[in-house]
């Protein structure tokens, strides 16, 4: 919990928020709430992410950025 809390603290200070997420994190499931996905900029995501797994961040105005 104290984790999130101050990952909360530096999304409040930051210009933007990004996500690393690889493939097996993307759609896994947390004990805590970070924060909503309308609060985050964009994902960054390995190749090894498949586009369906991403398409409903992209609807939601969120960046992808592959590599």
Do not use: H
Request: some cysteine.
């Amino acid at each position: 919990m104290e984790e999130a809390q101050v990952k909360r603290a530096i999304m409040a200070r930051a210009a933007e928020t990004w996500v690393l997420a690889s493939a097996e994190k993307l759609n896994a499931t947390s004990a805590y709430v970070i924060a909503p996905c309308t609060e985050v900029s964009g994902l960054i995501v390995d190749d090894a992410v498949p586009q369906a797994d991403t398409a409903a961040f992209e609807r939601l105005g969120l960046a992808i950025v592959r590599g």
